[in-house]
């Protein structure tokens, strides 16, 4: 029996540094300031190959956490808050009370 792997297909469109900013921007619900991305890696060393008898040194990469960093002013790379999320306006609920005395 033959086992046959698709090829990962990667969703479109990808986002772009800018994009995941304004994403994590909303999920936190930021209203207010400037925010860049901000990456943390895992460095690991070992022996790597192909085979036992091909190893040789070598370094391996990973992305730990994800996440923002407020920076105090706008740079190149950072996204501004108040324009990706801004803050709803909020509206005063009127009571039937407070109607009644209006309509008078």
């Given at each position: 029996m033959s086992v046959t792997t698709k090829k990962p297909?990667?969703?479109?469109?990808l986002l772009s540094?800018?994009?995941?900013?304004?994403?994590?921007?909303?999920?936190?619900?930021?209203?207010?300031g400037f925010f860049s991305l901000a990456v943390e890696f895992?460095?690991?060393?070992g022996?790597?190959?192909?085979?036992?008898?091909k190893r040789s040194p070598g370094v391996?990469?990973?992305?730990a956490k994800i996440g923002l960093v407020e920076t105090d002013e706008a740079t190149p790379l950072s996204?501004?808050?108040?324009?990706?999320?801004p803050a709803k306006k909020t509206r005063k609920k009127v009571t039937k009370k407070e109607n009644i005395v209006n309509e008078e």
């Open positions: 297909v990667p969703v479109n469109p540094a800018e994009m995941l900013t304004e994403l994590l921007i909303k999920h936190y619900d930021f209203h207010e895992q460095i690991g060393t022996t790597v190959g192909p085979s036992p008898e391996m990469i990973g992305i996204v501004n808050a108040s324009i990706s999320n």
